[in-house]
């Protein structure tokens, strides 16, 4: 099978197209062919290995995760004796990033419970979109804070997957809704129901005079303390990824931050897949979708795909596509 391969860590150029085994299955696994996967930055830190963090999961002098992409949609072509919830032709989908990544490839192994049935009439593109930016922004919203109406929430990297599906998962409340991206993103924002939208290029939130209830944070990339002083008293702030010394400081240490700067902080400890089911639901009830660049990638382009989610230009997800 084809698959996007990164042998050494640093530029993006070191992607290769290879020719590699199909992947063989256990017992308890099964076998997807991927028809499209979604880039996250958790891929795009992998390959470059610039965060100790990242190298302790995949290597430290080298990738031992060579096939990256944790998001996936597909059709089971083979199963596992011991495989109960999924048969031959299924339509799946799923974050693999609990389970060796694997997902820029013609083909795909995992374990069952990695994978959750998708709607009927749900597309591959727009499946393959949600597993982890759909459940970051769902546990940001529903796992720390009861969100009341009045609410002025900001939203930090706002254009990307987390700030696309959280606008719509916030819809039917009464909130105010603020966006911090790249200016390429405002009218997209604003047209979703974004209330309001800073071009963090020409403006830092962090020192105007508008304060917030709750603040979730893509980016993670100002020092803690900006965040207490655009919070209300009672504010929370929420992190689901960024600068990786400052996630786990909050990871960590949310307790003591909590005492020095008189403000909630938390941390989104990303529970793969959890509530796909919840998030089906709302799909079927025609209340979510994923937003989908519109420059669309292939495998044999998947090189060029990262580049230009990198560039931090993207207007929702990229997706590649592995077959029509």
């Not at 597993?131 to 922004?137: D, E, F, S, V």
């Not at 809704?177 to 939208?197: C, I, P, Q, W």
């Not at 996630?247 to 990303?270: D, F, M």
């Amino acid at each position: 099978m084809k698959a996007l391969v990164n042998r050494k860590y640093g530029s993006l150029k070191s992607l290769t197209i290879e020719e590699v085994p199909t992947p063989s299955i256990k017992s308890d696994e099964v076998l997807v062919k991927v028809k499209a996967v979604s880039i996250n930055d958790w891929d795009l830190g992998m390959i470059k290995g610039s965060s100790f963090v990242n190298r302790m999961q995949s290597g430290l002098f080298k990738p031992k995760l060579q096939i990256l992409g944790s998001d996936v949609a597909g059709v089971v072509v083979s199963v596992g004796s011991e495989v109960t919830k999924f048969r031959i032709g299924d339509r799946v989908y799923g974050d693999l990033s609990n389970n060796q990544f694997g997902g820029f490839a013609e083909y795909t192994a995992t374990y069952e419970k990695h994978l959750c049935h998708m709607p009927e009439s749900m597309p591959f593109d727009i499946a393959a979109a949600i597993p982890q930016a759909g459940m970051l922004a769902y546990q940001a919203l529903y796992d720390f804070i009861e969100i009341r109406d009045g609410m002025r929430i900001l939203i930090n990297g706002a254009g990307g997957g987390v700030g696309t599906y959280a606008v719509q998962m916030l819809r039917d409340l009464n909130v105010h809704l603020t966006g911090v991206d790249a200016e390429v993103k405002r009218e997209m924002l604003l047209s979703m129901g974004y209330n309001a939208f800073k071009d963090y290029k020409k403006v830092d939130f962090t020192k105007l005079a508008d304060k917030y209830d709750l603040i979730i944070d893509c980016k993670t990339n100002k020092p803690l303390s900006k965040y207490a002083k655009v919070l209300n008293d009672d504010g929370m702030y929420i992190t689901i990824g960024g600068d990786m010394i400052k996630v786990i400081r909050i990871l960590l240490g949310s307790k003591s931050l909590e005492k020095k700067y008189g403000r909630k902080y938390n941390c989104v400890q990303l529970s793969t897949n959890r509530n796909l089911p919840e998030i089906n639901q709302l799909y079927e009830e025609g209340k979510l979708t994923s937003i989908i660049d519109p420059r669309r990638f292939t495998l044999l382009s998947g090189r060029e795909a990262m580049t230009y989610y990198a560039s931090g230009e993207h207007l929702g997800k990229v997706l590649i596509v592995i077959e029509e």
